[in-house]
């Protein structure tokens, strides 16, 4: 048997999501229709959040949350440094500033005991990533953002379905972002949405998604006629289609069984190679239940070694993948004033890191696979 390409990560579409699609194809809306309001509802229910927001990506999301949040130019937001690059591009979008601050080598995830000293009278809020679908540590990064007047913005791309100490990812924040790239928790194609306890927070997002316009009666200026409306801030059209809205909501009523699947292959994993000494395996906060986004392993010896252990696990079809490169390490960034060396915790766990394919649609055979190529690789490389 020739054996196929496994990727790192891959959406499971089935027939139900096919024919949910083809149905709003055949209906009176394509773009802002029914489904929008379903999936905004459904999110609600899955999350615990009052209000979501379905915007055309998770880029979109941020742009949206950190707009919500009152983060004005000039203005600085804290993140960490082991995230894709739109964590922090969106504050760049509203003319704010990057303060990263270092993460706990344990579990990728920002430290909150650097947090404090970083924060300056410019600092508007905290954007936590739950890297690899496990959440930040709220209860102290919350008390740190109460105790200096900040908002938190969680970027919950990897994370939808995911608990914190028994409450679910979309009540840890003031804001919380996802994503639905095919490769995330579940897919719209491309999308995000903000979640959020707060309405009033929603409804900003909202009007930011649809360029600053609103219709609603309480906030005109005039009323010349049925068809007025008034533009009052500057806004974007990120609007999210019916269609993916409908894919969406298909989506979301698998989102327990994709988890489970999840975190079967993730034990997998943990088995099979827990007795290697040349890895570190991903730890996980006893307080938290994973999403499992991603299986993050690292070399545990010289970390020279990690781009000949990638590239031979892809000559033998093993889709690894590395996540991330450190963000103030992109040439854009080193052109603000970033350089090599100001977030050492970040820069190592990127030297040795790699993640190995998950998702919801790997067979156990394709999971038993990895394990073997990884133990081969890892050990030949030493
Ligand atoms: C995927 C991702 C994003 C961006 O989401 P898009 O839907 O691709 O715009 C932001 N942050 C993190 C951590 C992500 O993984």
Redesign the pocket.
């Known amino acids: 048997m020739s054996e196929s390409f496994i990727p790192y990560g891959r959406q499971s579409i089935d027939e139900q999501d096919i024919q949910a699609v083809i149905q709003v194809l055949r209906g009176d809306y394509l773009t802002t229709g029914p489904m929008v309001a379903q999936f905004e509802r459904r999110l609600c229910e899955i999350s615990g959040a009052k209000a979501a927001v379905a915007v055309n990506?998770?880029?979109?999301a941020?742009h949206a949350a950190y707009y919500a949040a009152g983060l004005e130019p000039g203005q600085e937001i804290i993140t960490s440094p082991l995230?894709?690059a739109?964590?922090a591009n969106a504050a760049r979008y509203l003319g704010a500033n990057v303060r990263f601050v270092d993460i706990d080598p344990a579990t990728g995830l920002i430290d909150p005991a650097q947090i404090e000293q970083a924060i300056t009278p410019r600092t508007r809020l905290i954007a936590p990533?739950d890297y690899s679908g496990q959440p930040a540590d709220y209860d102290a990064i919350n008390a740190i953002a109460s105790r200096h007047g900040l908002a938190v913005v969680a970027?919950a791309?990897?994370s939808l379905g995911a608990t914190y100490k028994g409450r679910p990812v979309g009540t840890l924040a003031t804001l919380t972002t996802t994503?639905?790239?095919p490769v995330?928790p579940v897919t719209t194609a491309?999308?995000?949405a903000v979640l959020t306890p707060h309405e009033n927070l929603a409804s900003i997002a909202a009007r930011f998604r649809t360029h600053g316009i609103t219709r609603d009666p309480a906030l005109l200026q005039s009323n010349q006629g049925p068809w007025w409306y008034e533009m009052q801030e500057l806004g974007y059209n990120y609007r999210l289609p019916d269609l993916n809205c409908a894919l969406g909501l298909s989506q979301l009523g698998k989102l327990d069984q994709f988890l489970t699947r999840r975190r079967q292959i993730a034990a997998m994993y943990d088995q099979g190679l827990s007795h290697s000494k040349e890895l570190i395996l991903p730890h996980v906060n006893s307080d938290v239940v994973s999403g499992w986004h991603l299986y993050v392993v690292r070399l545990a010896g010289d970390a020279s070694r990690r781009r000949a252990v990638v590239e031979a696990l892809h000559q033998r079809k093993i889709g690894v993948q590395v996540h991330y490169i450190p963000v103030h390490l992109q040439p854009y960034y080193q052109s603000l004033g970033f350089k090599a060396g100001m977030f050492p915790q970040a820069e190592d766990f990127y030297s040795r890191c790699f993640s190995l394919p998950i998702f919801p649609a790997m067979t156990d055979e394709q999971v038993g696979r990895v394990i073997d190529n990884v133990l081969g690789c890892v050990n030949n490389a030493r």
């Open positions: 990506s998770g880029t979109a941020l995230t894709f739109a964590t990533v970027d791309a990897h994503s639905f790239h995330k491309e999308g995000g």
